[in-house]
């Protein structure tokens, strides 16, 4: 997708912009589980917490969580969720405050004790970040790095300090990841750092905290560490370099060189004299800073390294990767063992006393023993190497078929996780999506309602896509993707209302069942029902009447500048959530979208407490709901010629190409012949056998659209059973019950306008 800068679509441009989008993401019943690898680990152990030992995870899902660790059971107690995208990374800083990184461009801070309060967005980067590293004894200090090699160091007392009011979004003051009313933090000074180590002042017309900006990295930063103190830090990413820093200054102070491939995984000793690397190179290296050179490589992967976790006293070094392995490797004297072998690529380690927790690309994470208290007692039990010091010896050793034996078999805890939707297919009647998970599993989810209501258990993808094969046409009105491991139901305007049902067909009892529903306008009543009630309850006002217009002087001004809003005036525009449209409330969707202020948030749709106001949502989304408006919409008329079949002795009077919703059913259009046979021969001229009605009106006879209600006062659904007229196409008999839609996309097969033939029923 290109963006549009304003300097090429001035005064005189007509092209649109793009609104904004509403997405929503289904969430599984087990709601406490992760659905997506899990990309970073936290620890905040009982000496620095209320007592207890967390691990905190953050996940592919785009939310992170807390987890009460006892002996052999963990706890989920909350769920951290505002990212709109992956989480890639998570340190603690001070007493209680979690800081995550995600591919949404931005950082977010959390009370890490709460249950889920999110307590500052900030936004510096400008595309993905990747990793984070804290200073565990300054507590202040965190640098962030991402693609286009992006650095910056933050202090984040001074980020979270209390904001005053502002139209910048580099700092936005939020409750779970929600903008307020306006508190943003100004900018004062961005101290910029230039390939040429020395700091400029770019000064900027706002003031307040902006972080330092490293710059020297021409390409993608994935790994950072930095030393105790939090005055050193190193990087690393795609250039194959480890890049020190002075974090005081943020100038850089040298490089490192003896990687061949890109640099995933960092550590720092205490005293910052030391760093650890891991590549993609399957190496690992010990470099000495202070002598600015390699001390020692060491060859025990068979495939990239991204993952690194060393003891307290810098003396041994866990390593995982891409080859599903974690080893243990004494730094001095080159011994190794592997401690286990998994079925995932290993994402991140996080020791913890004598155990070390391991994430991957699965949704679960394991709990291993690792003697980090002594790691001394895992070689004593034998099976241990030499590690080289050449990449290609451990691939030598590998094929020659001598791999170690694991030191363990099984893991002493594991947090399951839910397994990932990895295959997705949209059905014919727009309201079902089949898909396929990881562990093989087929089902059926409704997306209008948010629920699975097959579980076809482990069978196969594309027999069971052909099985449930309809030939109907429906519009497409949303997209899925499966990016955060669940079905992300996309919502775009105009398009996304160009889908329409009968009433009849989606079994809403009470409601005319000729009555055309909108399908994206009943689920966005359904997913902001909540919302609504919530809203009604603060504003101490009843609900909005049909054409109300928005409290937000900013929607209905945007609204009444839109060309052609129409209102929808074949449904009343109540609060009622239709049965087909009720979203589960034990395991409800979150909503990711985006308003007029600030950027993109996502929040469970039980938790929107009605405080959030129009600038908070799209326009489009609140007008539909509140007003009753859709915006224009394409495609939901039909063109058709109806003609006689060949030597039919049948004729009518027709005035050239007809128009019709393209959901009109093809009895309506044989109730239309009869209609007009009826106008233009006497009744006892046909041979009808009662299936004409008696009292028809020539109503309709003068006009050329074939609409919904044309017939109702003459035909009932009771009559359309045995009709004298039937329909064709391509000579092919049409069933009653097709669609116009359906005729054109599945008979007619041509881009042209559709020709319908008509001729008596043979025997009639």
């Known amino acids: 997708m290109h963006r549009v800068g304003s300097a090429s679509n001035g005064n005189n441009s007509t092209r649109p912009r793009k609104e904004k989008r509403l997405t929503y993401v289904l969430n599984d019943s087990d709601d406490i589980k992760h659905c997506a690898g899990i990309n970073c680990l936290a620890l905040l152990t009982s000496a620095a917490s209320d007592g207890s030992d967390y691990l905190f995870t953050g996940s592919r899902d785009g939310r992170l969580k807390r987890w009460a660790l006892g002996v052999d059971r963990a706890t989920c107690l909350a769920t951290f969720e505002s990212h709109v995208d992956w989480v890639n990374d998570a340190v603690l800083v001070g007493d209680s405050t979690l800081v995550s990184c995600s591919s949404d461009t931005t950082l977010k801070t959390w009370n890490a004790l709460s249950f889920g309060t999110c307590t500052r967005t900030l936004r510096q980067h400008s595309d993905y970040v990747t990793c984070l590293t804290a200073a565990e004894k300054n507590n202040n200090i965190v640098a962030s790095g991402g693609l286009g090699g992006e650095v910056f160091i933050w202090d984040i007392e001074a980020a979270l300090a209390p904001v005053s009011k502002c139209n910048d979004d580099t700092v936005d003051e939020s409750s779970n990841g929600i903008n307020g ?16 180590d020395n700091m400029s002042m770019h000064t900027t017309q706002t003031q307040g905290y ?7 990295h021409k390409d993608s930063v994935y790994a950072l560490a930095m030393n105790e103190s939090g005055t050193i830090l190193v990087s690393g990413g795609t250039e194959k370099v480890v890049r020190v820093w002075d974090t005081r200054s943020g100038s850089k102070t040298l490089k490192l060189r003896g990687h061949t491939d890109n640099i995933r995984a960092l550590l720092l000793d205490s005293s910052g004299r030391y760093c650890l690397s891991g ?12 002598q600015q050179r390699c001390v020692h490589s060491y060859a025990v992967h068979t495939d990239s390294v991204w993952a690194l976790a060393s003891t307290p006293a810098f003396s041994h070094v866990y390593s995982g990767g891409r080859d599903f392995s974690l080893y243990l490797t004494d730094l001095q004297t080159r011994e190794s ?23 991957t690309t699965d949704s679960s994470v394991h709990r291993w023993p690792a003697e980090g208290c002594n790691p001394q007692k895992i070689f004593l039990r034998g099976n241990s190497f030499l590690a080289g010091n050449l990449s290609f010896s451990r691939a030598r050793v590998s094929l020659e078929g001598s791999t170690p034996v694991p030191v363990y078999k099984e893991p002493t805890l594991t947090i399951l996780g839910t397994p990932a939707i990895v295959q997705h297919e949209v059905l014919n009647n727009k309201r079902h999506v089949l898909t396929k998970d990881v562990s093989g599993s087929v089902k059926l989810w409704e997306i209008t309602k948010g629920v699975v209501i097959e579980d076809y258990g482990k069978v196969s993808f594309e027999e069971k896509k052909e099985e449930l094969f309809e030939m109907v046409s429906i519009s497409a009105w949303f997209t899925v993707d499966t990016r955060l491991g669940s079905l992300s139901v996309h919502l775009d305007t105009p398009q996304c209302f160009s889908a329409e049902m009968y009433s009849a067909d989606l079994n809403i009892v ?15 009543k359904g997913l902001l029902a909540h919302w609504l009630r919530k809203r009604k309850q603060r504003m101490g006002s009843p609900a909005p009447a049909n054409g109300e217009l928005l409290s937000g002087k900013d929607i ?7 060309s052609r809003i129409e209102a929808d005036g074949s449904s009343e525009n109540d609060a009622m959530v239709y049965p087909p449209f009720e979203f589960s409330v034990t395991s409800p ?56 079949c060949e030597g039919s002795s049948v004729q009518i009077l027709t005035q050239g190409k007809l128009s019709a919703p393209r959901i009109l059913r093809i009895h309506k259009v044989v109730n239309y012949v009869i209609e007009k046979m009826l106008l233009d021969k006497p009744l006892d001229s046909l041979s009808a056998e009662g299936s004409i009605a008696p009292g028809l009106t020539g109503s309709q006879s003068q006009h050329q659209a074939v609409g919904d209600g044309s017939f109702r006062s003459g035909f009932q659904p ?22 116009l839609a359906t005729v054109r996309a599945y008979i007619w097969k041509k881009s042209d306008d559709l020709v319908l033939n008509y001729r008596l029923v043979q025997g009639s």
Not at 181 to 196: A, M, V, W
Not at 337 to 359: F, K, M, N, R, Y
């Open 181 to 196: 009313s306006g508190n943003l933090l100004p900018l004062t000074s961005l101290r910029t750092i230039n390939s040429s």
């Open 210 to 216: 902006i972080p330092i900006a490293a710059k020297g």
């Open 279 to 290: 590549s993609s190179d399957s190496m690992i290296r010990l470099w000495d800073i202070g």
């Open 337 to 359: 063992s592997l401690l286990c072998t998994g079925e995932h690529p290993i994402l991140q380690l996080a020791l913890h006393d004598d155990s070390i927790w391991v994430a």
């Open 510 to 524: 009470g409601k005319p069942e000729d009555d055309k529903v909108n399908l994206a306008r009943e689920t966005l």
């Open 556 to 562: 209905s001004s945007r609204s009444s500048t839109h």
């Open 589 to 644: 969707p979150s909503i990711i979208t985006e308003g007029s202020h600030g950027g993109p948030w996502r929040k469970k749709i039980t938790d929107l407490d009605g405080t959030k106001d129009e600038k908070d949502f799209p326009w489009w989304c609140l007008d539909c709901v509140l007003n009753n408006r859709l915006p224009p919409r394409e495609n939901t008329k039909c063109s058709f010629y109806l003609q006689p």
């Open 718 to 739: 009771s009559q359309k059973l045995k009709p004298s007229i039937e329909i064709l196409c391509n000579n092919q008999v049409l069933s009653p019950e097709m669609s």
